[in-house]
């Protein structure tokens, strides 16, 4: 990928097949490490979603089943200390930055164990010590704490840099694009990544964005813009990775439309009409991200049909344990809902 | 004369909206998600094939944008209708609707037939979801706010709404969306700006509304088994603020309590005691009191946002307490705090 | 220039004068119109100018003194019924759009007579009438108001088009891309306008704007776009009416962007350190509209420095009656200050 | 111990400024002309030239971007100072005010030292530049909101809310900028949170906030005169409320008169009142009057914004009125319009 530092904007947009997949690693044990991380991903998702079918999970949630690789690309593209803030859609990116099961599945339910002791929620995970700066119930949200991030660092000096997400459908929110031009101008080390899965809600990004491409728009903000397969893993690494070294040393920030797809509705139990069974079919079956990573693992000898039951099993059993932990966990004190809320008023104490 | 048709909070908004587009051609909607999914709250269910893309339609997830257009729409002399699903979502566009949409009538003496529904109020969702922007509106000269409690009232309003000539906010409880109830006609209105006497009563006066109705008239069926006879008012308006109606219960009861799940400072509670206090100050027997929400951020957790909202019990209590409680009580000991 | 109707984005940039001027019509009596027009705005704005620093509008104003052709070549791109909304220095389209000098400049003042009756002010001049909807105070919003116009334009099959203006530090305003983007979808009959006059306040615009130029940026959202020399009224005039018919035949809207120059400071009474007296010279000497237009017509004869004198002469007499009207009419009647604010709160009469 | 320095309400903010960023090298300020121009209120001046374009950042106009990447930095462990020069413009960075910055320490226990300056108030500029942001602000839990007068808050504010935890925004009238009055030192500092009495007194309370504290004065200084002793209760913060020292003014005189330049319906006064009727009911001598701005957009002519606003005479005639009225004053002509 290009690390073209000018300040006009560079887009590079090959067809994922007309790139040709990134070259594999011969790591074997880190390269399982991914994929049982995607492994993991996917059961929490759909266990998640089942559960929130059942009500277990209040106010529901968001399922990235099929995202997989994006996050899982991106964590791995990361050092530590690298910062993520994610969407709404965001379960894969926070267990991708290794927040524990345990802990997100119980802020889902709302308990007093989750990652959040209850207050956040599906929208609203954090996990500061692992670099989650938030998932985020607004569309744009994310990508401006990123942003923020990113201009701490370059204060700070601390050479953490920053991956701000947002979907397809912030690509037409105003917010988005002063995030971008400031990253720009200021050259942030920022990542900026539209996770493009096609819809929002239950509209075609295509009917509602003008333009070739988002990719293509955020050239025209001048940092260097390019599409990634999102369903490659490997692929959404080393373009993560390339776009953190530039990022670090000092040359700004990075555009990356990843294309990737969702398999479930909008939300847990959406009846989806908008798009065909075929479509999702399609996407299913030739470029799931887990089947194409554990497949070209399988074909350059770094993952045997044993390993691969073995890192099933293990994401069900943690999963299972999660779930158990969530079940489990007692409701938060109620007497504490309204603390915390700023030092400024806490003292307060107003009456109602 | 038949009974009237029995619809929920949601049907009724659709049922409005259906008779006002096809009454006039140039009403029209626009918002995410609304032709295919009938908007998050079923709001426009089933417009979209009877009315097409142009009158139902779908907008990119472009808060500013969405409410610009509305108020060029409506300059230009069509009735565009702003669904922007949830009312937090509103931030995205706050210029647009109060410096420009609320302002220009005043400025260039140009009226801006404008409607901005959006679903609201506390419910699941956590802590973005769940902004109370009433009093932040009602705050914004040139703006109407309206918070209907029942079906009937949602219709009705919005009828008024789209007939008017200037901008209306339509806020609509989330956790009212499937309550049920008689719907008006197509000519049946209610007034912007008028409150109604939700129960008539005594002893004391509830002033209320949205979510907060159902809640008052609870406790004073509750209450009323205790002997206290609890007048509900529904505001049903916020902005203009039925200011008649409020006062006149309260210099016939005496006494008032205030329930809003607004967080506590600022919230539309403290204009409704300060009107009290402007217009029957001599007629109250007792303080008004004030249940409103903690001042707080909604949290996820059912048992935390519990926690922080006017439940049942509080409201009982509070409004047995103000109903009854006889001369004054004083506490000396707070004087002292102003000494520093 | 390119009526290209397809979605994608089309940017044509010739340096303006690699693009060569446009022909010059020969209807002398129309041609003469709109140097009289440029003439008056001149006029106007040098003349409020000197007032706004004698204290004689409240509040001061921002002049557009260079950018007269802009302004010109755009309400005579325009039909009857075409509507023009503006910025924060915008007196220059209000006089284009032919509202009475004396009636922006009473305005201005804040008396009776004024435009608006004293209620807007420089900032936020209308007369629906005449087709101006508004100057506006807040960076974006006149775009935006163009852009419902545009919409209602369309719903009502009306024929107008819709000109929404901004300036080059608009460019950086979220709100601005989500206009675009939604223009561009929805195929309104808009044409945007991008008043690139180098600055916004003391900000030059290149220091703060990530891309090539505006123009470029506004590719990205998928409509035609185009640089203008903001300096020609001609081809001002030229790219604003084949946008207008590109709108008007249903092929939705162009982006222009108009290279100009403002020679005050951003203003009345600003002190310039942000850019070099050289610079303004520059511009004043090789581009002024005025004196580039009337040396144009003078040159292809249809225009003799008789003419000339007359048209400056009508022109400072237009002005100096606006100022008398100003100076005499009466203060607005304060008893009507909180009037008319609406409809469902004027019978209300809050106390205070 | 020397006489304090003297500033004026603009330079007491550079100079605490200053003094934060020499003290604390993680401060930094950005917004637009800051640098060159050092703001549109000189509230920055010549702190470019001392601490560089990276301390002193020039902003493009993104005003969502600028207070998202505050709040970024925030977290990040710097100490951002978003300049938005008007308060108007956070119209464009509501989300990012209300719903991240307000509420991160609530979801996620991580504090966000975020200060958010804007000049604001009544002045000219028409209906745009004017709004009250206030009471919209007040209502958001999470967020500290202080509104000085005197130069010596000004300093003393800005250095509390650059020490502390949480965001703070910084509203400075405008018609105060060139303000004269004593300053503090380097470490001088004025609690967030705590009002002051500006000016003791015995016969009635004069609550109010920024300009209206300069009113307020005035409107005492000419009542003394008359034999009617006004205390002045100079909020200084709007959020959190000091209600103790409120409360206990007003029940030590038994009277009180809320002046407060925003619009009439919903805005601060009403929470003051609301706050008195809530503490000090039971001492009320008369009931609370408040003297607002009319509920009104803001427009350019200057004789349209002085009659709208309180102005001295009004509130002379207030406050005196209040301070000598007698008994009840029953206007039952009103309860008629409850009927209905
Ligand atoms: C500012 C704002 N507007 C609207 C919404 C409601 N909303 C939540 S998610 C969503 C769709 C987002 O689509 P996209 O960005 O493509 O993300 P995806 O859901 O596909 O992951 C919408 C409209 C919101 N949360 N915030
Ligand atoms: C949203 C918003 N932010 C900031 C301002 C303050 N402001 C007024 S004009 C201006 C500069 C605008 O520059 P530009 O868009 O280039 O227009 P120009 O003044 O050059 O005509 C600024 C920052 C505003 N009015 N609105
Ligand atoms: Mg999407
Ligand atoms: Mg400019």
Redesign the interface.
Known sequence: MSTDDD???VLTAPAPSAAGPADLPADGPALRDWLGDMLLIRTFEETADGLALRGKV???MHPAIGQEAVAVGIARGLRDGDVV?GTHRSHHHALAKHLPPDAVMA?LY??RD?A?????????L?D?DRGL??T????G?GL??????????S??R?G?V?VGLFGD??A???????????A???NLPLVVVCENNLY????ASK??????SVA????????PSHQVDGQDVLAVQVAVRAAADRARSGAGPTFLEMLTYRYKGHNSGEVV??RTEDEVLQWRSSRDPVERFSARLTDAGLLTPEQLTDLADRARRTIDHAVTVAEESP??D?????G??????D??G??? | MSAPEQGTYSTAYQAGMREEMERDATVFVLGTDLYDRGGHFSQVNGLGERFGHDRIRDTPISEAAMVASGVGAALAGARPVVDLNFMDFAYGAMDELINQAAKIRYMWGRPVPLVVRASTGVAQGGAQHNNSLQTALMNVPGLAVVYPYRPWDVKGLLKSALRGEDPVVFMMHKMLTGARGPVGGPDELVPIGRARIARPGTDVTVVTYGYGVGLAEKAAETLSGQGVDVEVVDLRTLAPLDVDTVVGSVRRTGRAVVVDEAPHLAGPAAEIIATISDRAFWYLDQPVARVTGAHSPIPHSPVLVDALLPDLDVIVRTVRDVATAQGPVLDPAVGAGAAR
Chains 1, 3 share one sequence.
């Open positions: 300040q006009a904007g209040p106010g529901g803030a802020e709302g308990k989750g959040n002791g209850g207050r956040g929620g599906s929208m609203h954090a500061f700066w938030g985020n119930g607004i569309v949200a401006g704490i990123a942003l923020g991030g990113a201009l701490g660092s204060i700070l601390n953490s920053a459908g912030g037409n929110t105003g917010r988005t694009w002063e995030f971008v031009n400031l720009a101008v200021w929002a809600v239950e509209t009917s509602v964005t003008g333009g070739t293509e728009r955020a050239a025209g903000f001048g940092l009409r908008y409701w938060p109620p007497s504490t809902a309204a915390n809320v700023s030092a400024w008023s003292s307060q107003y009456t109602r």
